[in-house]
């Protein structure tokens, strides 16, 4: 059972490049999260999904584009790569809004 | 707005000792979660407290949860160097969203 899957685990980009975060679970869970986490601090939400063609912005969302097209999937999308975007990014999944989560294993993204 | 502070950020323990990291969070939180985070690694799960008064225990760590002063607490009884990891809290919003609101995280250093 492989759960959340995130592709890839580690990424330098070039400022101003863009790339697309992948995360899918295999769990059918409808609702899924990303979140970034920055050195030394908690996990912030980006963007969250309750289900295929649901989306909608969380704790600090500029620079960052989701979509939701199926149960499975929901990529994060970085256009015009900034420093202060590295960071390690987690997506996460659950059955519901009132139920645990599961975390994925997390990207590692420099940007230099 | 829910806000989650987390104390100490950081925490020497001695193998054997007792020692107690608290968590406070700001309005209504529908429930708190406690996670473990490896590093490098994605966060695992280690409690959720749903109610006033709840008390979750295992092996030597137990977390409790006091809604009505805002405060749940993890407790670590008898430090061992495995447990040397950082600890997060986090308290889910009551919109039915599941969005999670995370403390800064403690870090656990256990020393001989």
């Known amino acids: 059972n492989a759960g959340v899957t995130q592709t890839p685990k580690f990424r330098i980009l070039k400022i101003g490049q863009s790339m697309t975060l992948q995360c899918t679970q295999d769990m059918n869970h409808n609702y899924m999260y990303w979140y970034r986490q920055d050195p030394g601090m908690g996990l912030k939400l980006i963007y969250y999904?309750?289900?295929?063609?649901?989306?909608d912005k969380g704790e600090v969302p500029n620079g960052y584009n989701v979509s939701r097209s199926t149960t499975e999937d929901f990529p994060l999308r970085l256009e015009l790569a900034a420093p202060s975007q590295t960071s390690v990014y987690f997506c996460?999944?659950?059955?519901?809004?009132?139920?645990?989560?599961?975390f994925g294993q997390g990207t590692r993204l420099t940007v230099v | 707005e829910l806000k989650v502070e987390q104390n100490p950020l950081f925490l020497s323990m001695q193998e054997g000792k007792n020692y107690t990291i608290y968590c406070n969070y700001s309005?209504?939180?529908?429930?708190l979660y406690w996670y473990r985070q490896d590093p490098g690694k994605s966060l695992e799960s280690l409690f959720v407290l749903l109610s006033n008064g709840a008390v979750k225990q295992e092996g030597r760590l137990m977390a409790s949860l006091d809604t009505k002063a805002r405060l749940s607490t993890l407790h670590i009884t008898a430090a061992v160097h495995d447990l040397s990891v950082t600890y997060f809290c986090a308290g889910m919003t009551t919109d039915s969203w599941g969005k999670l609101q995370f403390g800064a995280g403690t870090q656990v250093v256990v020393t001989p």
């Open positions: 996460a999944s659950s059955t519901g809004g009132r139920t645990e989560a599961f």
């Open positions: 309005t209504t939180s529908d429930r």
């Open positions: 999904s309750v289900g295929a063609g649901i989306t």
